[in-house]
Nanobody, 125 residues
Framework: QVQLVESGGGLVQAGGSLRLSCAAS????????MGWFRQAPGKEREFVGC????????YYADSVQGRFTISRDNAKDTVYLQMNSLKPEDTAIYYC??????????????????WGQGTQVTVSS
């Protein structure tokens, strides 16, 4: 089992940048593929991107491709979400999640047994 804590959210103007962090504790972080999701008020939870546990390959939703970058530091048990060129429609609570899949990309919440509490990102126009 792994515990996840997100940080780094806040208020930013459109066009700005934020970097979210997700610190893991418990079972070995390197054993988990990590995903980022977001949920805006009144909307379903949405896949943002993921990074695999073995090769560190990344995969992104079309809505953030080219603007967001996921990376991980296994020595620090942390995964990051660098968000650039932010838009008002990126406003949401952002969650990191951990899953044990390998060799594929998983974009459905059901593929991730472990979740953080979320961090709010607000982008003003």
């Amino acid at each position: 089992q792994v515990q996840l804590v997100e940080s780094g959210g806040g208020l930013v103007q459109a066009g700005g940048s934020l970097r979210l962090s997700c610190a893991a504790s418990g079972r070995a972080f390197s054993e988990y593929s990590m995903g980022w999701f977001r949920q805006a008020p009144g909307k379903e939870r949405e896949f943002v991107g993921c990074i695999t546990r073995s090769s560190g390959k990344t995969y992104y939703a079309d809505s953030v491709q080219g603007r967001f970058t996921i990376s991980r530091d296994n020595a620090k048990d942390t995964v990051y979400l660098q968000m650039n060129s932010l838009k008002p429609e990126d406003t949401a609570i952002y969650y990191c999640a951990a899953g044990t899949y390998t060799g594929i990309f998983v974009r459905t919440p059901g593929g991730y047994p472990y979740w953080g509490q979320g961090t709010q990102v607000t982008v003003s126009s």
